[in-house]
């Protein structure tokens, strides 16, 4: 869950997992950049990626930017497929996801942090994964 309690929390305690790419691509072209220059799409399987995801969203608040969040046959993924989604870790606009015309097979995250559901084809900004994420541990 998106909240500013946990972006404060982000901003001290977290390294930099996500980066912010403001280089305008089509969902698809998008994973293919985060692939070749980072890790891949932005893909969240925690409440404590989702906590960076945010800070990096309040950080760099801009517009809606594509994750790593796609369909395959229905069914909502992360590009990287490591885990399962996690629907206590994902927060829709209001009256989103709406799969407006049935076309709507990728989401992208929006400046509050809240996500929705889009055309693939539209080209958006993105958020990258660059690294495994470390916790810091506390002595
Ligand atoms: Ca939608």
């Given amino acids: 869950v998106l909240n500013r309690n946990l972006l404060l929390t982000g901003k ?41 995801l945010a800070y990096e969203i309040e950080r760099e608040y801009d517009s809606e930017a594509w994750i790593g969040l796609s369909k395959k046959q229905g069914l909502w993924q992360w590009s990287d497929q490591t885990s399962a989604v996690s629907w206590s870790s994902i927060t829709w606009q209001s009256g989103q996801p709406d799969n407006v015309n049935g076309n709507e097979e990728c989401a992208c995250a929006g ?22 994420f470390q916790p810091r541990h506390k002595p």
């Fill in 111 to 132: 400046t509050e942090g809240q996500m929705a559901d889009d055309t693939c084809s539209t080209s958006r900004a993105f958020y990258s994964t660059t690294t495994v």
């Fill in 12 to 52: 001290n305690s977290f390294q930099y997992k996500f980066k912010y790419v403001k280089n305008n691509k089509n969902w698809h072209d998008a994973q293919k950049y985060c692939r070749s220059n980072y890790v891949d799409l932005a893909t969240i399987t925690d409440d404590t990626e989702n906590t960076h």
